[in-house]
C-alpha cells in the first residue's frame, strides 16, 4: 500500500515538521483571530486542529478539497491587518468550490514557508496520481481510517466498524469469511497486502463480471476481436473501434504479457470503465472542439450575476473573492455594480443595501491578474454605472491603467461596426455599458434613461416584500417538479422590515452612505468612459420590432427573469429571432434576496446569451450551468444550435411546429459504487440510496424519473433499473443524474449529482463519476449506467407507447441490457430492522 505520499511523508523535512504540529492563529474576520494548534496526520491525506497542542483535535479538512495556496500578499482579509502581522508571516489555503478560504498566521516566515511549501507539495502529489496509485491511497485512506488503534493492523471488530464507515451494512457471517479468507497469515488481523485482498473482495463487481463473461469466449480474457466486437457494438465507437481497443488494452491491461498478447483481463476490462474513457463525458468535448470563428451572438456565454457578493443580496459580503471564483470557473461575463465612494474612489456593492463595499481599482486589479487563467476567450465586464461624472472620469482611468493591453478600446482592424468580433478576440476584455451616440451629445435622452432605469428595477418594488411568499410562488417552481433546492425563499419578517426600509428610503439616510446622496439615477456618461465601451452598448428594451427597427447589431439589452420568461411565453419566436440578431442578457430578478437562482434552461432554449447565475449559491441550477459549460475546454463559450442563430428562424421554445430530429433515450441505471454518507459524524447512519434521472430541455422534453431504494447499503448497492424518454430537441436537452438516500420521514437527502448536456453523452455502458452539492469530485463515488440513444422513427411508436406504460424495461428487451435484475452479493446484506426513522 506504498504510495509516493507515504514516502514523502517520511523523508521530506516540511511534512515531518508538519506532522509533529505548529500553533498559528486562524484569522476569519478583522476582528476574530484565534490561536489554534494545525497538524498533518500520519496518512498526508488530513489536517486536523485544537485550540491547543494536547486539546481535544478534530478534522479541519483533507488534502483533496485544497485547490492551491496563498501568499499572505494575496489575501484581501490579510492585508487589512498588516498593522498586526507582517503579511510574510501570513498564507491563505483556497478550497474547491463554494468552501470559504482558510486564513493561517504563523509565528514566523520560516514556520508559514514550512507549511506553504508543504501543503503544495501534496496538492501537487494528489494531482498527479494515475488510476491506480489513487486507488492505493484510497485503500491506504481507509486502513487508516479503519485501524481505530493505530497499531498497524486491523482486527475483525475494527473491520465490522469499518464496513459502517464505508456506507454498509453487511451480514456478520459474511462479513466474517471475507476476513478469513484474506488473513492468510491467521494472525486474526489484516496487515498490509491482506487489506488489500479485503478491500478487493469487498469491492468485486459482479454485474462487470457477468458483462465481461458476455463477450469472452473464455471467461477469463477478452482477445483483441472481442474487445473490437464490445466497443463496436455496446459502446457505440463504430469504425474507431479496432484503432481504439489497441490503445485501451495498452492504456489500462495491467498485465505485461496482456499487453504484448493484445488481450484484455477483467482488472483492465474494470479499469478501462472506470477510467475517462469509459466515462459518460465524452472525452472528444473536453477541448476546444467546437467552431469559435463565429460573431459572439453565436454563442451562449457563461455569465455571473452580481459576482462581487459571497451571499445574499441585501447583507451580503462583497469581496474580489467573488471575481476569483467566478473566474476559475470558466465565467466569461462578470457584472460590477460601480457607484461614488469617498475620497473620489468609486466602489463596488449592491446599491441601496447593507452589502460590504469594496474598491473598484482592487476589483479591476483582481480582473486583470485572473481574467484568462481559466479561459483565453474574451471577457465581458458588465458594467453598472451608477457614478457621478468626475468619479466615471476616475473609473475610465482605472480601466485603462489597470487593464492595460488586455482593454478593447477601439474597433478590431477597423472593422465596420455591422458584425460582432468571434470569440477569437483572445485575452481581451470587453466593456458592456452605457455610451454616448456621439461625443458632443451629452444631453442623453432622458426618456430612454427612464425606461432602461425602468427595466433593470421592475421586479424590485419594495411595497411588494412583504408578500414575497405569495408573489413568487409560481415564479420559483423547478422545471421538475417536487425539488425545492433552487425555490425563492423569503426573508424572515424582522429582516424584511430592514430590508423594506432600506430599500424605500433615500441614499442618503443609509448608514456610512452619505457619500452617495449626490448621485443621480439617470447617469450620464462621461466621454471618457463612453468610449471604452466598443461593441456592447446597452440600450432598454421596448419591443421586439423596435429592436429590429431602431438597434444595431452591437447593442445589447437586459431583461429580468420575469420579463424574459413572460416574452418567450408570448412571443417566443421573436426572441428567438432578436437572440439571433443581437445579443441579450437576462438576470435574476430583484426578488431573489437569498441570491437564489432560475433555471438557465428555459432562457437558453430561447437562443439568450448571457443567463447571468449567482454563482455563490450551490443548487440544481448551478449544476445544469456548470454541466453545460464543461463543454468545449470550459471556455465559457458555447454555440448556439444553428435554429437559433438564424434570424429568420421558426423555431419556439413553447410552441414546437414539429419535431427537431427527435430522439429516444434508454437510460439503465445498474449500480453504485462506494457512495458517501449523508451525515459523517454517525458512523451508525447508512445510506438507502435511489436515483433520479433527470432531463431538461424545451418544456415538453423535461422529464424525471427514479429508481426504487436499496435499503442500508451506500457502498454497492444495484438498482438494475431502465428508463425512456422521447427527446424531441435533443440539441437542446440536459441530462441530470442525482443520488439521494431515502427517507419516509423527510425529504430525501442529497448525496451527490452529475449533470451534463446531450451533445456530450457516450452511448453504451458508462461511468459516472458523482460531484458534491458544491460541485467538488466525491471521488471514488460514482453510478454504472448503460446509455442507448435512437431515432424516432414512425414505425416505433406503438413500442414507444408500450415502453412508457412500465416504469423499467425487462432487461432482455434489449441485447445491451444483459445485467440481471439482481445481484448475487446484494442477499449477503443485512435486511434492515423496522425503525421509526432514518437512524432510530
Known amino acids: 500500500m506504498a504510495s509516493q505520499i507515504q514516502d514523502r511523508l517520511t523523508t521530506d523535512q516540511d511534512l515531518l515538521l508538519m506532522q509533529e504540529g505548529t500553533m498559528m492563529r486562524k484569522v476569519r474576520t478583522k476582528t476574530w483571530k484565534k490561536p489554534r494548534y494545525f497538524k498533518l496526520q500520519s496518512d498526508g491525506m488530513t489536517v486536523w486542529h ?279 470557473r470558466g465565467c466569461r461575463c462578470v457584472e460590477v455594480d460601480v457607484w461614488d465612494g469617498p475620497g473620489g474612489e468609486p466602489i463596488v456593492y449592491h446599491g441601496h443595501t447593507l452589502t ?114 405569495t408573489q413568487l410562488q409560481p415564479e420559483s417552481q423547478e422545471l421538475v417538479s417536487g425539488n425545492k433546492d433552487d425555490e425563492v425563499v423569503a426573508c424572515p419578517m424582522s429582516c424584511l422590515l430592514i430590508c423594506g426600509h432600506i430599500l424605500a428610503q433615500d441614499p442618503s439616510t443609509i448608514p456610512g452612505s452619505s457619500f452617495l446622496s449626490n448621485q443621480d439615477s439617470r447617469t450620464i456618461s462621461c466621454p471618457d468612459l463612453s468610449a471604452l465601451v466598443v461593441y456592447l452598448r446597452t440600450v432598454p428594451f421596448c419591443s421586439f420590432i423596435h429592436s429590429k427597427e431602431n438597434y444595431h447589431i452591437y447593442d445589447v439589452s437586459s431583461f429580468s427573469e420575469t420579463k424574459a420568461r413572460n416574452l418567450i411565453r408570448e412571443e417566443g419566436n421573436e426572441f428567438v429571432q432578436h437572440n439571433a440578431r443581437q445579443l441579450c442578457r437576462v438576470y435574476p430578478s430583484g426578488l431573489r434576496t437569498d441570491s437564489s437562482n432560475f433555471h438557465p434552461q428555459e432562457f437558453w432554449n430561447a437562443g439568450c446569451h448571457m443567463v447571468a447565475m449567482n454563482m455563490q449559491t450551490a443548487g440544481s441550477a448551478m449544476d445544469i450551468c456548470d454541466g453545460f459549460f464543461r463543454q468545449n475546454g470550459g471556455s465559457g463559450y458555447v454555440l448556439k444550435p444553428e435554429f437559433l442563430c438564424d434570424i429568420q428562424s421558426s423555431f419556439n421554445p413553447e410552441r414546437l411546429i414539429s419535431p427537431y430530429k427527435a430522439k429516444i433515450l434508454l437510460v439503465q441505471v445498474i449500480s453504485g459504487q462506494q457512495l458517501p454518507k449523508v451525515d459523517n459524524i454517525k458512523e451508525s447512519s447508512i445510506v438507502d440510496p435511489l436515483v433520479k434521472v433527470e432531463l431538461f430541455g424545451v418544456p415538453e422534453d423535461t422529464r424525471q424519473q427514479e429508481t426504487n431504494y436499496v435499503e442500508n447499503n451506500g457502498f454497492n448497492p444495484y438498482w438494475g433499473q431502465t428508463f425512456c424518454f422521447r427527446v424531441q430537441v435533443p440539441e437542446l436537452a440536459i441530462l441530470r443524474f442525482v443520488v439521494k438516500d431515502y427517507s419516509w420521514t423527510s425529504r430525501n437527502n442529497f448525496i451527490g449529482q452529475y449533470t451534463l448536456p446531450w451533445t456530450c453523452v457516450k452511448q453504451g455502458y458508462r461511468h459516472i463519476s458523482l460531484l458534491s452539492r458544491d460541485g467538488t469530485s466525491l471521488h471514488p463515488a460514482s453510478i454504472f449506467v448503460y446509455i442507448c440513444m435512437r431515432e424516432d422513427l414512425e414505425k416505433h411508436r406503438e413500442e414507444l407507447e408500450a415502453e412508457k406504460s412500465t416504469e423499467a424495461l425487462s432487461p432482455p428487451t434489449y441485447k445491451s441490457l444483459k445485467i440481471q435484475s439482481q445481484r448475487k452479493d446484494q442477499s449477503r446484506i443485512k435486511a434492515p430492522r423496522q425503525r421509526l426513522g432514518k437512524d432510530a
Open 356 to 469: 460590504s463595499r469594496i474598491l473598484f481599482k482592487d476589483v479591476m486589479a483582481t480582473i486583470a491578474q485572473y481574467a484568462f487563467q481559466s479561459s483565453d476567450y474574451p471577457l465581458i465586464l458588465s458594467l453598472e454605472n451608477h457614478c457621478s461624472w468626475e468619479q466615471q472620469q476616475t473609473l475610465a482611468q482605472h480601466l485603462t491603467d489597470i487593464l492595460g493591453e488586455q482593454l478593447l478600446n477601439t474597433t478590431i482592424d477597423e472593422l465596420l461596426m455591422d458584425k460582432l468580433p468571434s470569440p477569437e478576440l483572445q485575452r481581451k476584455i470587453l466593456v458592456k455599458g452605457k455610451k454616448l451616440r456621439a461625443i458632443e451629445d451629452i444631453e442623453v435622452d432622458e426618456e430612454e434613461e427612464e425606461e432602461l432605469e425602468k427595466d433593470e428595477d421592475s421586479d424590485v418594488d419594495p411595497g411588494t416584500y412583504p408578500e414575497l411568499d
Open 50 to 328: 485544537a485550540r491547543q497542542a494536547e486539546g481535544i483535535a478534530k478534522p479541519t479538512f483533507s488534502i483533496s478539497d485544497v485547490e492551491t495556496i496563498r501568499k499572505g500578499h494575496d489575501s484581501e482579509l490579510l492585508r487589512c491587518l498588516t498593522e498586526e502581522f507582517p503579511l510574510e508571516q501570513g498564507f491563505t489555503i483556497v478550497f474547491h468550490g463554494r468552501r470559504p478560504n482558510l486564513d493561517l498566521v504563523a509565528n514566523s516566515v520560516e514556520e508559514a514557508q514550512i507549511w506553504m511549501r508543504g501543503l503544495q507539495l501534496l496538492v501537487d502529489l494528489v494531482t498527479s496520481l494515475n488510476y491506480q496509485e489513487q486507488l492505493d491511497q484510497w485503500v491506504s485512506e481507509w486502513f487508516h481510517r479503519g485501524d481505530r488503534n493505530q497499531d498497524g493492523r486491523m482486527s475483525f471488530e475494527e473491520a465490522q466498524r469499518l464496513l459502517h464507515l464505508m456506507n454498509v451494512e453487511m451480514d456478520q457471517e459474511y462479513a466474517l469469511n471475507l476476513f478469513q479468507e484474506a488473513n492468510v497469515s491467521q494472525s486474526d488481523t489484516l496487515e498490509g497486502e491482506e487489506f488489500v485482498q479485503f478491500y478487493k473482495a469487498l469491492t468485486k463487481r459482479t454485474e462487470v463480471e457477468q458483462l465481461f463473461e458476455n463477450f469472452s469466449s473464455d471467461g477469463q480474457k477478452l482477445t483483441l476481436l472481442e474487445f473490437v466486437d464490445f466497443l463496436r457494438e455496446e459502446q457505440k465507437e463504430k469504425d474507431h473501434a479496432p484503432d481504439l481497443a489497441l490503445e485501451f488494452i495498452d492504456l489500462y491491461e495491467p498485465s505485461e504479457s496482456g499487453r504484448l498478447l493484445h488481450v484484455m483481463s477483467k482488472d483492465g476490462f474494470l479499469r478501462y470503465l472506470c477510467s475517462k474513457d469509459g466515462n459518460i463525458f465524452n472525452p472528444d468535448c473536453l477541448p476546444v472542439y467546437q467552431d469559435m470563428t463565429y460573431p459572439l451572438n453565436h454563442y451562449y456565454i457563461n455569465s455571473s450575476h452580481n459576482t462581487y457578493l459571497l451571499r445574499d443580496q441585501l447583507c451580503g459580503q462583497s469581496s474580489v473573492e467573488g471575481y476569483i471564483r467566478a473566474l476559475k
